[in-house]
Each structure stands twice: as structure tokens, then as C-alpha cells.
């Protein structure tokens, strides 16, 4: 059985970052809205210095914040922008 999770997509979760509330960090707002999360989450890795999981979580919020002010810019639906996609 696998222990791993999947990312939340659902808009009534939150993710919090530390560093971010997801409107400040704009640097991998092209890898999200292109679906290129793990380039995306080791972007942001290197740009905040931190761990794996505050990437991740920075990226899902910046992630829910270009889903509210861009959605047409994404390259897919919200199911399936995380389809396959485990942490």
C-alpha cells in the first residue's frame, strides 16, 4: 500500500507557505500555467530555499492564485492538472 498523498485540488483547501501567500512569488507562473510541476516545485526549491514540501506547498498556492485571476491561461482542466501527480 502506498504511503504517499495526493496533492489537493480542491479550491477549499489551503495551502499556506510560510514564505508566501502564493501572490508574491510569480517566477514559475509559466510552468504552472503549462503544467510542468516538478519544474515548477524545483524552481521555486532554488528561488526560496527551502524544503521539497514548502516548494510544493508554495507552488499549490501560487498554483490556486493563477486559478482565480488566469484560468483561461491554463493548459488543461483542474481534474486533470493533477491526474497522476502523487507527493
Known sequence: MSTRKRV???????FHHPMTDGTTVDVVDAQILDKQIIL?????REHLGCSL??????????????REQRPDDFVCGRDEYWAGFFS
Open 40 to 44: 515548477g516545485i524545483k524552481i521555486l
Open 8 to 14: 489537493a485540488a480542491d479550491p477549499l483547501i489551503a
Open 53 to 66: 514540501q514548502d516548494a510544493l506547498r508554495a507552488y499549490t498556492d501560487r498554483y490556486e492564485v493563477l
